[in-house]
């Protein structure tokens, strides 16, 4: 991995932290919270692929849940958005029907990650409850995240940067 990159993963990962602690909504039934961290997330895995999706969720998950005050969930979110961000940047570049395979197998792996960690930290009431607010959460960046990665594939700049995943 080459300076260049580094320097944009971190950019990325900071872009979607700032963005997910600007609109964070609280959810007290399962002592977590909404955000638009799967923008970032579903945008750098769908410009760099599996290895700038993995970089960009990871951090960013871990970040937002250490500066938010909900430590207990950085592991977990650490594990969870860095796993979706590899699987959904592994069929980014592949067609249209592939990528909705990735979002989609993304969308699930998140979902069920935060429903056994809500699970082992609370209860299994807890993760029953988890499972709309992931849900919502994912289609609403999916749906932010699309016309985004269309806009930015349009940039000069992404062609020297992007293409070499």
Partial sequence: MNTKKIAIYAMLTALTVGISLVILIPIPGTNGFVTLCEVGIYTAAALFGPMGGLIVGAGSGLFIDLLSGYPQWAIFSLLIHGLQGLVAGSFAGKGSVRW??????????????????????????????????????????????????????????????????
């Fill in 100 to 165: 909705g395979i990735g979002l989609s197998l993304g969308t699930i792996i998140m979902v069920a990650g935060y429903f056994f960690a809500s699970w082992l930290l609370y209860d299994w009431p807890v993760g029953v409850t988890s499972l709309p607010s992931n849900l919502v959460q994912n289609i609403v960046g999916i749906v932010v995240a699309i016309p985004l990665i269309k806009a930015l594939m349009r940039l000069p700049l992404q062609q020297s940067t992007v293409k070499n995943k």
